[in-house]
């Protein structure tokens, strides 16, 4: 019971990453909430859990402002403070080489990538600062160290989000609050296997080459798992991960080996 007695607030929650997230701080004693855009998958994976009222699910899109920084009020209205706020929610979006890429597509990454991280970590901040102790943990990549063609906007993204992490971990270091990213490498989720044949193709692949190109950057030859990721999460929310801030730790089988 690591996490007895905190709360967790979790965007991208209902599947993937997220989710593994969620079971793993359940299962250490956290309350939860949840923020994603489906409200029927929120209220089916509530059903799923099983955990009475240790669990809120809020629906809403982390591009919209309004709906991030709500999801924090709603956290703290709900269960009182905010003592874990994981940044989940994100995606690669549009692939194409940066002089083909249009205003659109790069604003989408960016709003779906650093802003929600933006406006979540700034809000959740607030009761952290008051209360003295936090942990903020970004859902980076291996693209936030690395770069790769068709890729830049989510590069510049994660990238953006790997310097936050440092510059706000500097800024509460004080404060018992740590900062830090997780950069996992290729994780088959949900928003991989939906989005993965389209992906593939803006890479001139098939989807099977392209996971196995993934694969084959990394030494371990294979995939991460999603409880891979949630445990990493689960040592940086609990004491044992006290020590560790402005950190950009790679859960990603030795594919960026920094």
């Known amino acids: 019971m690591q996490l007895k007695g905190k709360t967790a607030a979790i965007t991208g929650g209902t599947a993937g990453i997220g989710r593994a997230i969620a079971e793993a701080f359940l299962a250490e004693g956290a309350n ?4 994603a855009r489906n409200p029927e998958k929120g209220a089916k994976l509530l059903d799923e859990l099983g955990v009475g009222d240790r669990a809120i699910f809020v629906a809403g899109d982390v591009m919209q402002q309004d709906l991030v920084e709500g999801f924090i009020d709603q956290t703290v209205e709900k269960f009182g403070t905010v003592d874990i706020l994981v940044n989940n929610a994100g995606g690669a979006g549009a692939l194409a080489p940066l002089a083909d890429l249009t205003d659109e597509a790069f604003d989408e990454a960016m709003k779906w990538n650093i802003y929600s991280t933006f406006w979540a970590t700034r809000r959740a901040l607030k009761p952290m600062i008051a209360q003295q102790s936090g942990r903020v943990i970004n859902i980076s990549s291996t693209e936030g160290k690395m770069g790769k063609p068709t890729f830049a906007p ?6 953006g989000i790997n310097g936050m992490t ?13 900062v830090n990213s997780i950069c996992p490498g290729l994780v088959l989720t949900d928003l991989i296997l939906e989005n993965g044949p389209t992906t593939a193709k803006g890479l001139g692949m098939t989807f099977e080459e392209m996971i196995d190109m993934f694969a084959q950057e990394s030494a371990l030859k294979r995939p991460n798992t999603v ?7 689960l040592l940086l929310a609990s004491d044992a991960g006290a020590g560790i801030t402005g950190a950009m730790l790679s859960v990603d089988g030795g594919t960026a080996q920094y």
């Not at 409880?227 to 999460?233: F, V």
């Open 32 to 35: 939860v909430a949840l923020m």
């Open 154 to 159: 989510y590069t510049i993204a994660k990238h």
């Open 166 to 178: 440092k510059a706000v971990a500097q800024e509460v270091g004080t404060m018992g609050i740590t």
């Open 227 to 233: 409880e891979e990721i949630a445990a990493m999460a």
